[in-house]
């Protein structure tokens, strides 16, 4: 399993190079995921970049496929390619994890590991602030919770209802959804880890019988 912002540098391990960001591509949602309807309140442009942050979000996997399929990183090839959009289609955490921009510079990442829930709390800091209209840059970190977790850093670009965040030249969109839609992903992570805790006790039952 991967957590949504270690799948933003697993791509690396395909040999990709970097390539710069070239505007925006695009931004939104498999299941809860692909093809999603994003319809959270939509944010003023016109309001401070904090006020646009506010709010749930989550990878728009449609927007994120066209946005790779646009602007491939550099040196990959179609079988690559393939291999990068499989990868993103399949991966659960891409349907379940939200992140969660709140007053103050609160951030809190709402994610499910293969039997739990693993919800991080962290800040973020608007590091630049352009005219009306235009995209700003944030930075969040997520400190270190307990020994097998590291302090993530990472910056995105918001505009409106759309998050950018390129990494080993892999463009990830990012859309605002809704209170609903994040209830949704919550209970696709609790079934999930339902499923993932009796394969666990499964796989358990059958050593016990192999040891008598």
Request: glycine content about 8%; proline content about 2%; overall charge negative.
């Amino acid at each position: 399993m991967k957590k949504l912002v270690l799948l933003l540098g697993a791509f690396a391990l395909i040999g990709c190079g970097e390539k710069k960001a070239t505007g925006d591509n695009g931004a939104a949602g498999n299941d809860a995921g692909a093809g999603e309807s994003t319809g959270g309140e939509s944010a003023d442009t016109s309001a401070s970049p904090e006020s646009q942050l506010i709010g749930y979000w989550a990878i728009d996997l449609e927007k994120t496929l066209k946005a790779l399929e646009g602007n491939p990183p550099e040196n990959s090839d179609s079988d690559q390619l393939d291999e990068m959009k499989k990868m993103l289609m399949e991966d659960e955490d891409a349907q379940t994890t939200v992140w969660m921009f709140s007053e103050k510079g609160k951030f809190t990442d709402y994610s499910y590991s293969d039997t739990r829930a693993d919800t991080r709390i962290g800040w973020y800091e608007v590091m630049s602030k352009e005219d009306e209209g235009k995209a700003f840059r944030v930075e969040v970190n997520v400190p270190a919770n307990g020994a097998r977790q590291q302090h993530r850093q990472f910056s995105l670009m918001a505009k409106g209802d759309t998050m950018t965040i390129i990494t080993n030249g892999i463009t990830f969109m990012l859309s605002r959804i809704d209170e609903s839609q994040f209830e949704k992903r919550m209970a696709l992570g609790k079934k999930r880890n339902l499923y993932y805790e009796e394969l666990r006790k499964a796989a358990e039952r059958e050593a016990e019988e192999a040891d008598k």
